[in-house]
């Protein structure tokens, strides 16, 4: 029997500095293939290659991954500085409206660090260009030496919301997680329940609300490890529920609900 498709929202880099490429983790494959039981898929995230209409017909979920580019804050009502880093322009015109028509039909999306980003955006809310930069937050980006290893070791804890959709899930109202990012939310968009918390007040974990299908998306990395790690490989199992629920007619199937 065929797995279903979990399309893995790619990103643009150049090789060598010259040559143009679009590229995704190995850890996310392996997620989705290993723990999810789905076929990974990786898409170009560029609207002279594919439509958000062709990739909806052809995949029955999609993994919005991270990557070094930022959402550009046009898209929230900002001026671009420098502080904002660089930016992928074709990966946001594939990925807000994808987000959006998934949020609406009930189709499984599992957003990761940018991906987590995008969604609050997508959903009408703004993002912090640097949360270091803030009074009383801890720098949140990736250690800049050591092995892959002490990149992503666990980092801060994650305190959910009592009876929240991550504590049913998890069985845990606090984890400890890695952490690789610079940016971070500012102002929660439309429906967007943020549902954990870094120590500093850093959203960690979100979801949207009344939608029909999955939604959830984190500000970690659970891709890493996500085989043996007690956080990750649940978050990967329940999307991989999701997605085959789509799969078998197209049924939206949400995670669990709050108490």
Known sequence: MARPVVGIIGNQYLINDQYPAHAGGTMNSEAIAGVSGCMPLLIPADPRFVSVDELLQRCDGF???G???????????????????????????????????????????????????????AMGGSLYPE????????????????????????RHLVEFSEGGVFH???????????????QGINRPGARVVVDGHAPDGT???????????FTLSVQW???WDSANDPVSRPLFEAFGDAVRAWADGGR?????KSA
Do not use: W
């Open 63 to 65: 993994l919005l991954t």
């Open 221 to 223: 990395h659970p891709e």
């Open 168 to 182: 049913a899930l998890l069985g845990a109202r606090r984890v400890m997680t890695n952490t690789l990012h610079g």
């Open 67 to 121: 990557g070094r580019p930022n959402v550009h804050p046009e898209h929230y009502g900002e001026a671009a500085t420098a502080a904002h880093g660089e930016f992928d322009r074709a990966r946001d015109a594939i990925v807000l409206p994808l987000v959006r028509a998934c949020v609406a039909s009930g189709q499984p999306f599992f957003g990761i660090c940018r991906g987590f980003q995008e969604v609050n955006v």
């Open 131 to 154: 949360i270091r930069d803030l009074p009383g937050r801890d720098n949140h980006r990736m250690p800049p030496d050591g092995t892959l290893e002490e990149k992503f070791a666990l």
């Open 252 to 256: 939206p199937m949400p995670v669990l």
């Open 203 to 213: 959203p960690e974990a979100i979801y949207i609300r009344e939608a029909p299908g």
